[in-house]
């Protein structure tokens, strides 16, 4: 009972303390790492130690022989042959270590639940380290090749197969209106003669969607003038990954604070709730917090600066995806 | 009792106090100025670069060791089509240096977005350590760290394993390099093919085969269990279906029924087969319990269903059947109810295959001569052809449901010669690789992650 309530203000101090001064940062060299045993086990260890094969008999000595016992009655070594089939097999030991996952400790590593409990993040954490860039030198982006490229749906490797046919135009699909928005970053070898009209189309359309407070003495004008300076340069540091899950749902806020010369003091992403609780969006959102980084310093008008000291960034991927 | 209220009293007060720190501090962050907001639709397509440096080891012997496992995790990551590993050359840290934090300037400058650095230990008892640290270069943060304590012989798995933590961690969905294929490896001429069941990595190392090739064998499929492959074997002429355990060797026929079984799938929980039987020229669905053995019929239909395979949830099975006429795809309930069909494009739908993650069914589709590898929806939607051939055929899918692989015959040569190959292909359709095999290979099945 003692015990309980000085553990529980000892514990509440440090929650309290953790809120209220911000996350310990870690000054240690490196973070600490998880330790996972994986105990991959011999063969006979494992059949001694495994139980949960349905198959009633292990037959240590069947095995040895019986890798078709009736199909086939040759001698048929491979099966059985201890060594090398079992050993890439998972370890039934009881241990709790198998995959890496369970313990994610130091970092918010495998999907963090919503745990109020304090992590030493190592994300960007506003206040700690006012400049995540410690230099502002107008390091050229770090991507130049990408500047070149087009900015849209440029697939990599080369398809090679593509020419097999000429017969697609034919093919009436009756509905498949999603197929063909698809195309443009997702492939469909049936179709790929047709693109192009639908590229050129969705790479040209940028699309205006920022909203400007009309209170703001800075004219509209301006204001969307310099929306469209930080989409070209961000669009060309966002790299998009289509094939994943649900990819066109994971739309991320992120609120940008900038300095003077344009390098960023600061990327917050807006619904924080869900990095903890969503590792797709979790991904999406360090994705889209890599562009913003790989793409500081902005080139901006000074003139302008308390236009666009704190912005609010979208990045919304559906238009891509073409849903 | 007591001590309960008091807990949750404490709770409470433990809860007011943090909404309040919260309200607060939410009300300070919140900036008066309106903000500007801007829209970011586009981006572009393209793996990421990443740095997979040499694994630090202290001797030679665990030097060779650490170059090892970072070539096998580069090389996964690599064929994903998701990640671009930085040629080593470029590097400026060593692996050594390496061991403290990164110099991210460093990395920066190589356009590194990732980099991935650890080290190799041979520990007195014989065993391997390896420790693996994954950076976020642009953040200047460490993303994940495990350490992982085996016997040397399977440092290979090591590296998978981490490979599959590295592409977790920037990608948000699980990896599949820790997973094997097996598949049926084929030799001889046309007419007397030898057909061998063989199993190996997902990345084509660790080879062997598991029968010798007496009696044809074909569709092997895995359990999600692991330990146990189903395939159809052909045995004085009778095809049947059997049921290998990889752990013991024990391979037995699974029912013996009076006609002919084929196409046998496991359900996702490993506990039931899904097969088609053909009685009296109709072909029709049924599932088997492995643990009772009891049979259910699934449909009845005088048309043939064939090729069933599970939702991930168990709830549904699609299939094919020619009963509209030609062959096309169709789902029903579990329970062999609510039959719908869900293809209707031109040609023929065959092995439909329901992916892990549950949001595509993969087929082969033949359609003016030509073999697809596509993808629908569930619903029937959103279908693509992802690869095209003289002859594509068995799609299966990786544990995580983003890369297929299957085989591709080429047209015979003058002499008569036909190869025969797998490959794989991710989701966008834009990464189709070889999977290197000793003979030729067809009809490849996926296992799960290894447990």
């Known amino acids: 009972m003692r015990n309980g309530t000085i553990f529980s203000i000892l514990f509440h101090a440090v929650v309290i303390a953790a809120l209220a001064v911000g996350l310990p940062t870690f000054v240690s060299p490196l973070p600490p790492i998880t330790n996972v045993p994986v105990e991959l086990v011999t063969l006979a260890e494992l059949e001694a130690a495994t139980e949960k094969q349905p198959d009633p008999e292990p037959e240590p000595v069947a095995k040895e022989e019986a890798p078709e016992p009736e199909p086939e009655k040759e001698e048929t070594p491979p099966p059985p042959d201890p060594k090398p089939a079992p050993a890439p097999e998972p370890e039934p030991t009881p241990e709790p270590e198998p995959e890496p996952e369970p313990e994610p400790e130091p970092e918010p590593e495998p999907e963090p639940e919503p745990e ?24 050229p982006t770090p991507e130049p090749e990408e500047e070149a490229k087009p900015i849209a749906p440029k697939p990599r490797p080369k398809p090679k197969i593509k020419l097999a046919e000429q017969e697609t135009p034919k093919e009436e699909k009756p509905e ?109 959102a360090e994705n889209a917090r890599r562009a913003i980084q790989a793409c500081s310093p902005y080139k901006l008008p000074v003139s302008e600066y308390e236009v666009w000291r704190v912005i609010n960034l979208k990045f919304d991927p559906r238009e891509m995806f073409g849903t | 009792m007591m001590k309960n209220r008091l807990t949750s009293t404490r709770l409470f007060a433990l809860l007011a106090i943090i909404s309040t720190i919260t309200a607060v501090t939410m009300a300070q962050v919140q900036p008066a100025r309106a903000q500007l907001n801007v829209d970011i639709t586009q981006g572009f397509v393209e793996p990421l670069p990443i740095a997979v440096s040499d694994f630090y080891g202290a001797t030679p012997e665990e030097q060779l060791i650490g170059h090892d496992v970072a070539e096998v995790i580069a090389a ?114 046309q007419n007397r ?51 290998l355990n990889l752990n013991t060797g024990q391979q037995e026929v699974l029912g013996d029924f009076p006609g002919m079984t084929f196409a046998p799938r496991f359900s996702p929980d490993g506990n039931t087969v899904v097969m088609s039987l053909a009685q009296q020229g109709n072909t029709e669905i049924y599932t088997m319990d492995l643990r009772t053995r009891q049979v259910t019929r699934l449909t009845r239909h005088p048309a043939i269903d064939t090729s069933p395979s599970y939702s ?63 993808v629908m929806r569930p619903d029937g939607s959103g279908e693509r052809m992802l690869a095209e051939g003289f002859l594509v055929e068995g799609p299966t899918w990786a544990p995580n449901g983003r890369v297929l692989s299957f085989y591709r015959q080429m047209p015979a040569d003058a002499r008569g010669k036909q190869v025969t190959k797998l490959f794989t292909i991710d989701l966008t359709g834009f990464n189709e690789r070889e999977v290197a095999t000793p003979i030729d290979g067809s009809d490849p099945a996926w296992s799960p992650l290894i447990q």
């Open chain 2, 312 to 374: 991930p949830d168990s709830r549904q099975v699609v299939f094919n059947s020619d009963r509209g006429g030609s062959q096309q795809l169709y789902v029903m309930n579990a329970d062999g109810s609510g039959v719908q069909r869900i293809s209707f494009n031109k040609g023929r739908y065959a092995t439909p295959v329901w992916s892990p993650r549950g949001d595509l069914i993969a087929f082969t589709r033949m359609s003016g001569g030509t073999f697809y590898i596509g």
């Open chain 2, 193 to 243: 093919r030898q057909k061998r069941l063989a199993i190996m990595d997902q990345d084509g190392f660790n080879h062997q085969f598991l029968t010798d090739g007496s009696n044809l064998v074909l569709t092997p499929r895995f359990s999600p269990s692991l330990q146990e492959i189903t395939y159809l074997a052909y045995v004085n002429r009778v095809p049947r279906v059997y049921l």
């Open chain 1, 116 to 139: 109020p409990e304090p992590e030493p993040t190592p994300e960007p954490e506003p206040e700690p380290e006012p400049e995540p860039e410690p230099e502002p030198e107008p390091e």
């Open chain 1, 176 to 284: 498949e209106p999603p197929a063909d928005a698809l195309t443009s970053i997702l492939r469909n070898v049936e179709k790929l003669k047709k693109q192009p009209a639908q590229k050129a189309q969705t790479a040209t359309a940028p699309k205006v969607a920022e909203q400007t407070r009309p209170k703001q003495q800075v004219s509209r004008i301006a204001q969307e003038g310099i929306a469209r300076a930080i989409r070209q340069q961000i669009q060309r540091c966002w790299r998009l990954d289509p094939g994943a899950q649900q990819a066109e749902d994971l739309v991320v806020e992120i609120r940008i604070t900038l300095r003077r010369d344009g390098t960023l003091v600061s990327a917050e992403v807006v619904n924080l709730t869900r990095m903890f609780g969503d590792a797709y969006f979790r991904s999406a």
């Open chain 2, 76 to 189: 996964d990551l690599e064929r994903s089509g998701l990640f671009r590993p930085i040629d080593k050359g470029a590097f400026i840290q060593d692996p050594a240096a390496l061991r403290n934090v990164p110099r991210f300037g460093d990395w920066r400058v190589i356009n590194a977005q990732a980099l991935v650095s650890g080290s190799a230990e041979l520990q007195a008892d014989g065993r391997l350590r390896v420790e693996f640290r994954l950076w976020d270069v642009f953040g200047e943060g460490q993303l994940t760290a495990f350490a992982y304590t085996v016997p040397p012989s399977i440092w290979r798995r090591v590296a998978h394993i981490i490979a599959d933590n590295v592409y977790k961690r920037l990608t948000g969905e699980e990896g599949y390099f820790d997973s094997r294929i097996v598949y049926i490896a084929e030799s001889g001429p």
